[in-house]
């Protein structure tokens, strides 16, 4: 076994510590201020302050504003597939609010023109919306569509909040593969302010290029995702394979 202990900092060893203790009680349960958990772990109240953010910022352990620190809820289990974040959160359980956070129509830069098969400076709606699940801010997501083949887009998406419910009722335009990346960058002070994080908070940002049924381009999408609450689930089948 290839180990080197003495090479585990102090706050380290405090972090297993919490972990072990968080494991046996469920969300919600206070867990005991730095000083009391420096006195019973023998260590200084800044070992203790380093091992507690890191758990608050991996999801394990949340922290309330004047109030304290508590075990956290565990993280929403989201499974990577074609389906809308409306109709994903509803048949699992989950109550989603979607909020409109800007609607503009922008000239495509070379990348969206790319993306969208349009030409550089073609109309483009750039529409944000804030994803908020049983009351919690949970993701931020920036659409580019193309104005000219979804007219009055964001006129519907004040009355409906599902962009694949009105995409299909409006305009009988389903999006039925894309490819979607992942990858982590921290919160900006905007990000952080809508999502109610810290600046700096780990967050999963999702990129989706979704084609229809003819391979046309419907949509280029990055979602914001708070790194804290969410697990993404992808099944995997051998490569060549449908799954
Ligand atoms: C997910 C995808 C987006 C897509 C959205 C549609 O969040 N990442 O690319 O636009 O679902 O969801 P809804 O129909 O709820 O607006």
Known sequence: MIEDQRREPKYYLVKRHLLELIAEYPAGTPVPTERELAELLITSRTTV??????????????????????????????PLQMSSFTEQAESSGLKVETTLVSAERVPATAEIAELLRLKVGA?????????????SPMALEQSHLSARRFPGLAKSLRQTSSLYRVLKEEWGVTAVDAVETIETAPASPREAGLLATDTGAPMLIL??????????PVEWVRSWYRGDRYTFVARLGAPGSSS
Request: glycine share 10%; net charge positive; charged share 30%.
């Open 207 to 216: 990129s989706r290029h979704s084609m229809d049924a003819e391979g046309v």
């Open 123 to 135: 109309q483009v709606h750039r529409i944000e919306r804030l994803r908020v699940v049983n009351g």
């Open 49 to 78: 302050r380093q091992a507690l953010s890191e758990l608050v910022t991996e999801g394990r352990l949340v922290r309330r504003q004047g109030s304290g620190t508590y075990v956290a809820e565990p993280k929403l289990a989201w």
